[in-house]
């Protein structure tokens, strides 16, 4: 299918990000030396192909489902605000496999591949030294619809070029759809989920398992809720309750959350 390729509208300044060395780094190569006179910021945005149809037209988002796959994003960092300046993708890493040489036109060295993912909602700590985001691994190729990676939270540490998943167990990882994470004061992070362990406790106290928990579309999909855990993926509590999503956490100042809820 034919792509272009299209910044995302959301760009982070991030003023610690100088003489941060990254693994997996990547070059514009047209590196111009940055203005004396201009102060500059960092940059970090998800760039992704926007698929187009037959006749060359783009094709929508489907906003009416957050937990949409659209593989071909990928997070990057630019030590400058300008076009021509150096660049990262920061993402690539946590799929990279290995090819092995005879299979390259090269015979002397091994390339690396990377399949397709996808990546959104992307967020910032207080002091600009971390990134946060949702992440989703590649399509497993013949796998079922339930077989298939879940969305996860991942967090990328600006100050020591550490990329990782919150949650670390692929198990638990899997348990839920994961997306639209937020950094609370406390270094806690609230996310919408479909996790919703509270829910599913309290339908089991009512002898009501076979509702399983909340869900949207008739009873076809699950809601995503708001949840919070610890920056290590521990102790994750459901906080809201609703029949259909809870998305897009953003916290205030002072430390409340405000969120979109689908009516």
């Known amino acids: 299918m034919k792509s272009l390729w299209h910044l995302s509208s959301i760009a982070f300044a991030l003023a610690c990000l100088q003489g941060c060395d990254v693994s997996n780094s990547g070059s514009s190569g047209n590196s111009q030396e940055p203005d004396p006179v201009v102060v500059d910021f960092p940059i970090a945005y998800i760039e992704r192909p926007i698929p187009l ?30 076009v021509p300046a150096d660049f990262t993708v920061i993402t690539d890493i946590a799929f990279s496999v290995e090819v092995a040489a005879s299979d390259t036109e090269s015979t002397d060295t091994p390339a690396t591949f ?51 998943r919150i949650i670390e167990s692929d198990i638990i990882a899997e348990e839920g759809q994961d997306i639209s994470p937020a950094y609370l004061p406390d270094d806690r992070i609230v996310f919408s989920s479909t996790r919703q362990r509270r829910s599913r406790a309290v339908l089991l106290d009512e002898n009501k398992p076979q509702f399983a928990a909340l869900t949207e579309d008739r009873e076809e999909t699950e809601a995503l809720v708001l949840h919070t855990m610890n920056d290590d993926g521990s102790d994750v509590k459901q906080i809201t309750f609703n029949q259909s999503h809870d998305l897009q956490p953003s916290v205030l100042s002072d430390g409340r959350i405000i969120f979109l809820r689908w009516g």
């Open 114 to 164: 990377t399949p397709p993912y996808d990546v959104k909602d992307l967020s910032l700590n207080s002091d600009a030294s971390k990134l946060i985001f949702a992440m989703r691994a590649p399509e497993i190729a013949d796998a079922d619809e339930e077989d298939q990676p879940t969305w996860n939270i991942w967090e990328y540490n600006l100050e020591t070029a550490v990329l990782r």
């Open 53 to 82: 149809d037959e006749d060359g037209i783009a094709v929508a988002d489907n906003i009416l489902d957050p937990l949409a796959f659209n593989p071909g994003a990928r997070l990057i960092v630019k030590d400058r605000a300008s």
